[in-house]
């Protein structure tokens, strides 16, 4: 089975039956008003979907490997299968993946999305904190992931947030279970492999809480979605996401 980057992937649990993908819930709405549902049109032109989440007001934070066309960014969504009137619908301007995003390993999986304009800062919409330079997350810390992406045992999506709580694992979990796809200065490894109803129930893009700040971006895992999986590390792009933000 190989691993791969959770573009709206359906995770199936492994086998048949008794342990079901079932470890998250719906969330109380606009509790995560930072959060982001990112429709967008793949090279194959098919329409996929991804998380993200607000950091300034008119840049959102995402995974590289979300890039497409015709992408727009939905805030103060609860149910995205309604025209909520908490929701701010606004047209990316500019998608800017990291220079060193690489296909090959997955490394760097991280863009930020400049917006055609400000959010407007409400009760449903608000940013999300950045974690310091020096904010490190440890093995046995739990943190949470939400997403639109979740998905039972039997591949549903979902149409309202859900979240999940994960427990962040050794380096040494995931850089023997994705061999040379994980590089521990740069990503996170998160999930644990015994609790096997604890999967990414997040869209790629989305992200992972820790203490209330950004500490990490679903990036990559297995089809089956088993426990640990990668995210990239938000620490580690503190300067580039800076950069960009005042240069975009
Ligand atoms: C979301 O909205 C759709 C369309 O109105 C509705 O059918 C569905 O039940 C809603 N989902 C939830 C979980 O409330």
Same mark, same amino acid.
């Given at each position: 089975?190989?691993?791969?980057?959770?573009?709206? *992937?359906?995770?199936?649990? %492994?086998?048949?039956?008794?342990? +079901?993908?079932?470890?998250?819930? +719906?969330?109380?709405?606009?509790?995560?008003?930072?959060?982001?549902?990112?429709?967008?049109? #793949?090279?194959?032109?098919?329409?996929?979907? !991804?998380?993200?989440?607000?950091?300034?007001?008119?840049?959102?934070?995402?995974?590289?490997?979300?890039?497409?066309?015709?992408?727009?960014?939905?805030?103060?969504?609860?149910?995205?299968?309604? %025209?909520?009137?908490?929701?701010?619908?606004?047209?990316?301007?500019?998608?800017?993946?990291?220079?060193?995003?690489?296909?090959?390993?997955?490394?760097?999986?991280?863009?930020?999305?400049?917006?055609? %304009?400000?959010?407007?800062?409400?009760?449903?919409?608000?940013?999300?904190?950045?974690?310091?330079? #020096?904010?490190?997350?440890?093995?046995?810390? /739990?943190?949470?992931?939400?997403?639109?992406?979740?998905?039972?045992?039997?591949?549903?999506?979902?149409? *309202?947030?859900?979240? /999940? +709580?994960?427990?962040?694992?050794?380096?040494?979990?995931?850089?023997?279970?994705?061999?040379?796809?994980?590089?521990?200065?740069?990503?996170?490894?998160?999930?644990?492999?015994?609790?096997?109803?604890?999967?990414?129930?997040?869209?790629?893009?989305?992200?992972?809480? !820790?203490?209330?700040?950004?500490?990490?971006? /679903?990036?990559?895992?297995?089809?089956?979605?088993?426990?640990?999986? *990668?995210?990239? %590390? /938000?620490?580690?792009?503190?300067?580039?996401?800076?950069?960009?933000?005042?240069?975009?």
């Amino acid at each position: 089975m190989a691993p791969v980057l959770i573009l709206m *992937t359906f995770l199936l649990p %492994r086998g048949a039956g008794a342990e +079901e993908i079932n470890g998250g819930h +719906e969330v109380k709405p606009h509790s995560r008003p930072f959060m982001a549902f990112i429709p967008f049109v #793949n090279d194959d032109g098919k329409r996929h979907r !991804c998380g993200g989440f607000l950091v300034k007001d008119n840049f959102v934070l995402t995974a590289a490997h979300c890039r497409g066309s015709s992408m727009r960014v939905i805030l103060g969504a609860h149910n995205i299968s309604i %025209r909520e009137e908490t929701q701010q619908i606004i047209p990316v301007a500019k998608a800017i993946p990291h220079p060193d995003y690489n296909l090959k390993d997955d490394s760097s999986d991280i863009m930020l999305l400049k917006l055609e %304009r400000k959010a407007k800062r409400t009760r449903a919409v608000r940013p999300l904190r950045l974690p310091m330079s #020096n904010f490190h997350v440890k093995p046995g810390d /739990v943190c949470y992931v939400a997403g639109w992406g979740m998905l039972g045992p039997k591949g549903k999506l979902p149409d *309202t947030l859900q979240a /999940v +709580e994960l427990t962040v694992q050794r380096d040494q979990e995931c850089l023997s279970r994705f061999t040379g796809r994980y590089n521990k200065a740069t990503a996170i490894c998160v999930g644990d492999p015994k609790i096997k109803r604890a999967s990414f129930t997040g869209d790629s893009g989305g992200p992972l809480v !820790c203490k209330n700040r950004a500490a990490g971006i /679903v990036s990559l895992t297995y089809t089956d979605g088993s426990a640990p999986g *990668t995210f990239t %590390r /938000v620490s580690s792009f503190l300067s580039w996401i800076k950069l960009m933000i005042k240069h975009s």
